[in-house]
C-alpha cells in the first residue's frame, strides 16, 4: 500500500530557496564549462597517445620464450595466463589455485521508493505530495528500514548474518615465459564459480547462529506436526549434480531450491540444515533459497581461472611495464581470447570516442541546468500567479537550454583550437567561408532572382 506525505511551502520560503539556487547554479555552470574543457583535452591527448602506440606497437610472435630484442618495444602479444599462486578467503576458509578470488553478496530487503508531484497554488505557495511505495529487492548492503517514512515499514529490515564484499589476485601470473604486471593480472575476467566445501562442525554453527538471528526477529519456530508416513514405493525427488541447459530451466520451475544471480545459477541441493544451503559457489542464508523472505543473503564465491589473453604493453625484462607517450599519457591494456593488435587499438578508439561523447552531454546538461539556477528566480518570483510563471518559466527554460548549448558548442570549439590548433582553425576558415556563401552569396542569389522576376513581369 502506499504512503504519501503532503508539505506546504510559503511563497517567501521558496524565493529564499531560490536566492541560494542562484549559488548552486553557478557552481554547476563553471563545473560544467571545466569538464567540457577537460574532457576535449582528454579525448585529443587519448588519441593521440593512442595513434602514437598504435604506431610503435610490434608483434611479439612468441612469448613463451624472452626475447631480449623486444627489451623497451611496445609489444602485442597472445598467451595463456597461468598462476601456481594458492589464495584464501580466510573468512571462510576455503580457497584454490586461482589468479583471482573474489566475494559478493546480497541481501533481500524491503526497499522504498518515492515519487513527488508538485503543484503551485495562488499567492505563491507550493503543495508537495510525494509518495511512498515499497517493495522486496536483492540490494547489494543492508538497507536501514528506521528512516523509511512510511511508520508501518519502519524497522521492518534485519540480516541473517552480514558479510563483506572481498577480492584477492594472485602475485605471479605467468604469461608464457614473462609475468604479468598487477595491472594487467587485475583485467582479466574469466571468472567461474568455486567449488568449495565446508567442514560439518563450520556448517553446524552457521546453522546455529543463522537460527538465532531468524528467532530473534520472527520469533520462535513452530515446528509442524509430523506428516504422515509416506508410502514406501515413493522415492525422494533427485537434484542434478551438474545440470544441463535444459534440466536448468525446468529445475528453475519445479525446484524451489533454485535461484538465480546475474552471472551464475547456483544449484541448491537438499540441505540437512534449515537455514544452511551450499551449491557450488554459493553458500545461502535462509529457510528456502527460492522463496526468500526478509534477512536472507546470499554470498557467491568466483574465481578467476587461467585463459588465453591478449596484452599491448611494454616488454622489460620478464615482465611488462605501460607504455608512455610524449604527452605523458600512459598505455596498457589485456584483452580475453585472441586479438590483433588493429582490433585492440580500433576498440579502444571507439572507447575514447564513445567515453568523449558521454562526458560531452554530461557538461552541456550541467551548463543548461546551472542557467536554470541562475535564473530561475525569475519564474519563482513570480509563482503568485501560478499561469503567469508557467508561461515565463518554460521561456526561461527554452533560452537557458539554446544559450547553454551554445556556450557548450563555444567552449569545445576553442577547446579544440587550444589543444590542435592547425585542425580548429581550418575549422573556423572553413566555417567562415560556409557563412560567407550562405549570407552574401546567397543575398546576391537571392537580387538576381528578384530582378529577373521584374524584368519578366
Known sequence: MAYTETTTTSYGSRVKSSCAGIGVGIVMFLAGTALLWWNEGRAVKTADMLEEAQEACVDMPKPDKIDRSLDGELVCASAMATTEDSLSDEQFNIGAKAIGLQRSVKYYQWV????????????????KTTTY???KEWVSSPVESASFHDPAYQNKNM???TVDRYEKWAENVSFGAYKLNDGLIGMISSKELLAFALPTEVLKEMEKNTKAAY????????????????????????????????????AQAAD???????????????????????AKGAIYYGRTPGSPEVGDVEVTFMEVVPAKVTIV??????????????????????????????EIFESENEANSMWTWILRFVGIFLVVMGLRGIFGIIETVLKVVPFVANIVGWGVNLVCTIIGVVWSLIVIAIAWIFYRPLLGITLLVIAGLLIWLFAFKGKDKLKALANKKNATA
Not at 112 to 127: I, R
Not at 216 to 243: L, Q, S
Not at 256 to 278: K, N
Open 112 to 127: 522504498e521508493h518515492e515519487k513527488t508531484e508538485t503543484e503551485d497554488k495562488l499567492g505563491g505557495k507550493e503543495v
Open 133 to 135: 511505495t515499497y517493495t
Open 159 to 161: 540480516v541473517l548474518t
Open 215 to 250: 528467532e530473534r526477529f520472527y520469533g520462535p519456530i513452530e515446528k509442524p506436526e509430523a506428516p504422515a508416513a509416506k508410502p514406501a514405493a515413493t522415492p525422494a525427488p533427485a537434484v542434478a549434480a551438474t545440470p544441463t541447459a535444459d534440466s536448468t530451466a525446468a
Open 256 to 278: 524451489s531450491t533454485m535461484t538465480v544471480s546475474a552471472d551464475t545459477i547456483p544449484v541448491y541441493e537438499e540441505s540437512p540444515y534449515e537455514f544452511i544451503h551450499v
Open 313 to 342: 604493453a611494454v616488454a622489460d625484462g620478464d615482465t611488462f611495464k605501460p607504455f608512455k607517450a610524449k604527452n605523458k599519457k600512459t598505455f596498457q591494456t589485456l584483452r580475453m581470447g585472441k586479438k590483433s593488435a588493429d
